[in-house]
């Protein structure tokens, strides 16, 4: 009896011995578990712009915005048509869609356990979350220290059948971790590769949440992240922040583009819609304005706005209702986008409110194209108080009417006065110069979005 106990020890320990292998090589991957939720008041974050601190004028920032959000904005209108022609036995025409490049915002956050912070972009263009990861094999030149997944305690790498794995465009299985791999290209030509793996964050220095999906990037290429150290996605998608921390609303406040002291922010979660009366700055007299948003099955991320007409002055523009209307193939429409500076309407819409605008000034037309806009007006000597045109934007649901400063830009260094907009094919886009000092709510649940005037950077 005491030789067959003896002859069955062994056996036990090999078979204990290869549990705890199974279980250890297992520890590594997961099937992305809900993560933990935010504290029900909401959450707030500062939102800083990518040039301030900088010796920059007004125009010279809107100025390099425009040529961030160049690339951008040609790759978008070029996909959306693109798209159009693709068939799925087509393997020359373009498969995985682009998202949202570049970006216009940072916010600074911690990842893993023990926290390492960063800054990344804000970019409601896009749904992944990543960061830099050890080690590289091609990483650009980031302000903090690159991620290393190895030193924290609470990284797993996503398995290959879990939901955020299948909910990205590009991903492949690697058969021998089991692990999900993936490839997000950008509107800017940049793009990040990497493992699909899942995180603790940390949002404003002491609300950490487990188990959120992110892109872990070892090989990342193009101009567009340089700024920061990864990006946040805010889109539509499963893989956004928002949805995976199942909240229905989130906005932004952000400030003047040449404020140079007060912060813009961003809000998730209840706070997004009462923080301007719990803080008292809504801009007295001024009405809130909700629109409805609309789907396109073509570009799932993005926000769309249902814009029906534009009035300058006391003139509604004549154009056909297509010239704005989002197709049923997926091209046109009007997307609202956090991450371009100035907003663009198709050619012919801007070509006709360009016209309009110009015969309703008194202002010699500069024609030196000094400052990279399409429309600017030599300012007299010593001007001052100079009457613009009122801008109208016609959504469903609501007519947006935008205060002077939220369309017009001085450069005194010139002595111009430009229109802050220009013109696009293929997608219009509602730009973050023409959303400041009003708090941006998207409900994501109603399909709505809300403009509510506000001081944001007293919020």
Not at 132 to 157: A, G, N
Not at 215 to 233: A, H, K, T
Not at 398 to 423: Q, R
Request: glycine residues 10%; hydrophobic residues 35%.
């Amino acid at each position: 009896m005491a030789s067959s106990s003896s002859l069955l020890l062994p056996f036990f320990l090999i078979i204990f011995s290869c549990f705890i292998a199974l279980s250890s090589s297992r520890k590594s991957l997961t099937n992305h578990p809900p993560p933990t939720i935010l504290p029900k008041s909401g959450l707030r974050l500062s939102l800083q712009h990518v040039d301030s601190g900088k010796n920059l004028t007004k125009i010279q920032k809107i100025q390099r915005g425009i040529t961030r959000g160049f690339h951008r904005l040609n790759r978008l209108g070029a996909v959306a048509v693109l798209a159009v022609s693709s068939v799925p036995d087509d393997t020359n025409n373009i498969k995985a869609p682009t998202h949202g490049g570049s970006g216009e915002f940072l916010m600074d956050l911690a990842i893993g356990n023990p926290l390492v912070k960063y800054s990344a972009i804000l970019d409601t263009g896009s749904d992944l979350i990543w960061t830099q990861c050890k080690p590289c094999s091609e990483c650009f030149h980031q302000p903090t220290p690159i991620f290393d997944p190895k030193k924290s305690s609470s990284y797993s790498k996503i398995g290959c059948s879990s939901g955020l794995c299948e909910a990205l465009t590009r991903s492949s299985c690697n058969q021998e971790e089991g692990a999900c791999e993936y490839m997000y290209t950008y509107g800017d030509y940049s793009s990040t590769r990497g493992v699909l793996a899942m995180e603790t964050f940390t949002f404003g220095g002491e609300n950490s949440v487990s188990g959120i999906g992110f892109g872990c990037g070892d090989e990342n290429e193009g101009d567009g992240f340089s700024q920061g150290s990864g990006v946040v996605g805010l889109g539509r998608g499963p893989l956004s922040l928002i949805t995976q921390l199942k909240e229905t609303k989130f906005s932004y406040c952000l400030t003047s583009i040449d404020d140079t002291e007060a912060s813009s922010s961003l809000f998730i979660g209840s706070l997004a819609s009462d923080i301007v009366n719990k803080s008292n700055r809504r801009l007295e007299g001024e009405v809130t304005k909700t629109i409805s948003l609309l789907r396109n099955p073509s570009r799932p991320s993005f926000y769309y706005l249902d814009l029906q007409g534009i009035t300058v002055g006391s003139k509604r523009l004549s154009m056909e209702k297509s010239m704005f209307e989002l197709a049923e193939d997926g091209t046109g429409g009007m997307i609202i986008d956090s991450g371009t500076t100035i907003t663009y309407l198709e050619e012919v819409v801007f070509n006709t409110l360009k016209k309009e605008f110009s015969s309703r000034m008194s202002l010699p037309v500069d024609e030196s194209g000094s400052t990279g806009l399409d429309l600017c007006y030599t300012l007299p000597y010593e001007a001052k108080n100079i009457a613009v045109p009122k801008l109208v934007f016609h959504f469903k649901g609501a007519d947006l009417e935008l205060p002077g400063e939220n369309y017009m830009v001085e450069d005194p260094s010139t002595g111009v006065l430009c229109l802050a907009m220009g013109k696009s094919n293929g997608m219009s886009i509602f730009g973050n110069f023409q959303q400041q000092n009003f708090n941006v709510v998207h409900d994501l649940e109603k399909d709505k979005v809300s403009f509510i005037p506000t001081e944001c950077g007293k919020l």
